[in-house]
Structures are given as structure tokens and as C-alpha cells.
T-cell receptor
Framework: KAGVTQTPRYLIKTRGQQVTLSCSPI?????VSWYQQTPGQGLQFLFE???????NKGNFPGRFSGRQFSNSRSEMNVSTLELGDSALYLC??????????????FGPGTRLTVL | AQSVTQLGSHVSVSEGALVLLRCNYS??????LFWYVQYPNQGLQLLLK??????LVKGINGFEAEFKKSETSFHLTKPSAHMSDAAEYFC????????????FGDGTTLTVKP
């Protein structure tokens, strides 16, 4: 079974631009979560989508948004990029069957650099 | 609310020595606990998890962890370190009935000396 894939793997943008990152979960997984990883703040939860609905949300400004499609693929968008948005963005998918804690499987991440 | 504290941002051991990475958590409800490993420029790989049941959990690559409720700890151990164990390790806690929102510790970088 193919793992979680993220595209692109590397991105370079300038301040003020916007960016869209894509995540394809493992086949059959319905939950997709996004995390931001930086040396200063560590791993921080952005949001989680399940069946095309945002189910959980972290403490990030509204510039960070996401969506999930009917095939469970997810995108996250960051508008008006700031230097501090430079980070590794990780996507994780899980089965998320009702009432069960499911293992999250992580993709390799997208390395975003904002200049 | 939930939080995770990993004691020691860097741990160095000799090859063949015991590996002990410490994790303490805070959770208002019974926690679900995880250990992940991250190699440079890669995503996170699950080593092991505790949800319910047996408090000693065995994972991949010879790692295990013990859930101690009284100490709010979930320390990761491996009897004999291998050079390939050098990586960054993250402890995480989740409160929900799914792992969609996990809170991670700051990570511990493990160095293995020959």
C-alpha cells in the first residue's frame, strides 16, 4: 500500500505570496492532519479534516486554511506569507474509525522557505 | 488540555549501551501516548503507541515504553543502542478517541557513539 505523499517536497516563496500544499493520504484513510515543524516551536498542530469537514483546529492565524476533497486528498493554503512561515509542513493520515484511536502515518513533508 | 515534556533535548550513548529517553505528559483525561522517530529530511515514523491495556508496549526496532500513570510518564527504552538509532525522537499525547490532533514534545536528539 502506498504511503502518504506530499507535493511539492520543496518550495521557495517570497513574503506576501501565497502557497498551496497538497497531501494524498493512504488509500482508505479518511482523516488528514497537518502539522508545522520549526526549530523554535517544534511540531504544532494546524488542523484536521475528516470526510471533507474540519474536525479539529490548532492555534494558527486565519492565513492558514485547508480543505479536503471527496477522495480524502487534502490541501493547505497559506496566504500573505511571512518569514516565520518557513517550516517543514507535515501531513498525516489515519483511518479514524469511530471510537478508536488510530495511528497517524506521516508523509515526508513539504519544506517551505519564505524569502 | 494536554501537554508533553521530554527531558533532555540531546542524549548521547555508546553503541551497545542502554537507551533511555524520558517523556512526561499532562492530560485531563486518560491519554493515548505515542513515540515517533524522525530521520533527517524525513517525516515521522511511529515506533509504538499506548492506548489501553498492557502498560508495557513493545514497538519496532527493539524499542519499548512503559506507561506509568502514577508518574505520568511514558519513557522510551532500548537495551542496546545501534548506530542506526541516531535520530530525533518525539513523544506525543492525544486525548480524543482518534489521533487526529496530537500534542508533541520538543523532541530528543539521540547520538550514538561508536
Amino acid at each position: 500500500k502506498a504511503g502518504v505523499t506530499q507535493t511539492p517536497r520543496y518550495l521557495i516563496k517570497t513574503r506576501g505570496q501565497q502557497v498551496t500544499l497538497s497531501c494524498s493520504p493512504i488509500s482508505g484513510h479518511r482523516s488528514v492532519s497537518w502539522y508545522q515543524q520549526t526549530p523554535g516551536q517544534g511540531l504544532q498542530f494546524l488542523f484536521e479534516y475528516f470526510s471533507e469537514t474540519q474536525r479539529n483546529k490548532g492555534n494558527f492565524p486565519g492565513r492558514f486554511s485547508g480543505r479536503q476533497f471527496s477522495n480524502s486528498r487534502s490541501e493547505m493554503n497559506v496566504s500573505t506569507l511571512e518569514l516565520g512561515d518557513s517550516a517543514l509542513y507535515l501531513c498525516a493520515s489515519s483511518l479514524s474509525t469511530s471510537g478508536v484511536t488510530d495511528t497517524q502515518y506521516f508523509g515526508p513533508g513539504t519544506r517551505l522557505t519564505v524569502l | 488540555a494536554q501537554s508533553v515534556t521530554q527531558l533532555g533535548s540531546h542524549v548521547s550513548v555508546s553503541e551497545g549501551a542502554l537507551v533511555l529517553l524520558r517523556c512526561n505528559y499532562s492530560s485531563s483525561v486518560p491519554p493515548y501516548l505515542f513515540w515517533y522517530v524522525q530521520y533527517p529530511n524525513q517525516g515521522l515514523q511511529l515506533l509504538l503507541k499506548y492506548t489501553t491495556g498492557a502498560t508495557l508496549v513493545k514497538g519496532i526496532n527493539g524499542f519499548e515504553a512503559e506507561f506509568k500513570k502514577s508518574e505520568t510518564s511514558f519513557h522510551l527504552t532500548k537495551p542496546s543502542a545501534h548506530m542506526s538509532d541516531a535520530a530525533e525522537y518525539f513523544c506525543a499525547v492525544s486525548q480524543n478517541t482518534n489521533a487526529g490532533k496530537s500534542t508533541f514534545g520538543d523532541g530528543t536528539t539521540l547520538t550514538v557513539k561508536p
